[in-house]
């Protein structure tokens, strides 16, 4: 039997059958419809109480029948013919709805998105068709659509569509204005729509910040960011963050720009994003998400792509109920089923049993890496960890002291991998030659994931074992002072880290003096340095020596007094 799309739900079985039926209904090549065809949309429709969309091919079969707007029903972008930017989709859809009014503009946004011939609607009232209209695509970037007034339906019925079809492709082929058809409706890159929420534990100030830090994140991400959307509320709406209001606006919004991905600025629970793609009919993700992904595309090394796997499995568990058929890839075939177990239970006990795996793996990695820092401990080397936030210079940092070569780019995380190289510094003084060795860290970042957090924390175990933190601050972005109490606050987590610090202020270069002048007023112990230009490097490693070896010096002495 063929499927009857949209909501379906509380509609009876008989009343289904009457749907399906619909899919047998031939229509005329060279008409919309015909008047029986019609006739019987308006019957159902009255019977069901919701309104339907037909949706026709130019040789007249009907491909899709739909419980719902034409916005709701929307044909997926990756099951539209593929054409030209010249050219319609081949399809159009007859809609019915209660109200004796124009299509609405979500209706028409969803025939611009799919391209189609034309949108007739149809008014009905008692059973009855009360009036007609025909909309239909034109070359115009500021209205891309042009609709009849309201027709009876013999002269709906009468015209010749064929004739219709050819002129209207004729006009925009001539006009080449094919970027209105958004042509590029499937792409690799995700094109999104960011979605914003204040509440009133959030400061203006650490609200922007917040999104233009989500611009990057999804820009690190591959994404493209169309537009951003704020809502000002007291606290996040139980079941959408957003409300009914917003989730609409949203809705148009997305499909205006021609969004396939919207990106909340916090973390959002299984249901609410369940409830927002229902809502608003396509992918919604959180920021933690964003990240997660990043971590996968930029984790080179095996133990890398072993914790990021962790987390996102982590993360997704809780997310399965709902989304089976996009986790099928995960277990599905022989040996994965047992006896009336669901497709969703088969991926949960799936992914359960890899997370156990994965788990395990990372608990030898970490002991293998508390070996690593124990022979390091036995040779008497000290150690310095290079934190701070994401893109602030670490990597390029220790580049520059130690000829690491380790991949650096203006991107958030743009290394994951912790890199320890050793460095030989002449103190000043004495001539003496030391070594130390440093180990750059993974990028901190205002309220870093927690399943990050667990996932990595044999990378972070690198602090924990450090002699000093060497906290690098990227001085030229705006938001540095926050940038500082972040890291502070993920440090503050860890079960201990080491009592000699030090803050070195990076990229003093692209700063103008007054921001430099508040940093050295409000920071007096901190060090300046630009790690590109190589600006006071030389004063950093000195500092270095001194907060490690100098009480080693005094402790000596007093032991030998």
Known sequence: MQ??????????SSQIKL???????????????????????????????????CYINRRGQVIRIAVGTPFQTQIPPEELPRHSAERLSGIHCIATQFKSEQPDEGALIAMLRQRLDALVVLSVADGKIKAATLAHLVPDLETPWEISPPLNLDDLTEQEFDE???????EISEAGEGIFLNQDIVSDQDKVLLVGVQTDD?????FEDGLQELVRLVESAGGIVLDTVR????????????????????????????????????DISPSQAR???????????????VILDIFAQRARSGAGKLQVELAQLEYML???????????????????????????ETERRVIQR???????????????????????????????????????GKSTLLNVLTNAEVYTANQLFATLDPTTRKLVITESETQERRSILLTDTVGFIHELPPPLMDAFRATLEEVIEADVLLHIVDLSHPAWESHIASVQQILEEMPEIPETSLIAFNKIDRVDSEVLAKAQQNYSEALFISATERLGLETLKQRLLQLIFEPVNAIAATQNS
């Open 202 to 206: 959030i400061s203006p100030q650490r």
């Open 318 to 344: 809780p997310r399965l109920r709902g989304r089976g058929r996009e986790m099928s890839r995960l277990g599905a075939g022989i040996g994965t089923r047992g006896p009336g177990e669901t497709r969703l």
């Open 354 to 392: 890899r997370i156990a795996q994965l788990q395990q793996e990372v608990d030898e990695l970490q002991a293998h890496r508390a070996r690593i820092r124990q022979q390091r401990q036995q040779q008497e080397i000290p150690v310095v960890a290079l934190v701070g936030y994401t893109n602030a």
């Open 275 to 289: 409830n927002l793609e229902a809502e608003i009919g396509m992918r919604v993700v959180d920021r933690t998400e």
């Open 19 to 53: 749907l399906q039926r619909l899919y047998e209904q031939r229509q005329p090549g060279d008409r919309l419809t015909t008047p029986e065809f019609a006739q019987t949309l308006a019957t159902i429709t009255t019977e069901i109480h919701h309104p339907i969309c």
């Open 231 to 266: 809502q000002k509320r007291s606290r996040p709406h139980p079941q959408t963050v957003i409300g009914q209001g917003k989730a609409e606006e949203i809705t148009l919004l997305a499909q205006k720009l021609g969004a396939n991905l919207i990106v909340f600025d916090r």
């Open 164 to 170: 219709l079809v050819a002129e209207w492709e004729r």
């Open 3 to 12: 499927n009857i799309y949209g909501n379906v739900q509380g509609i009876k």
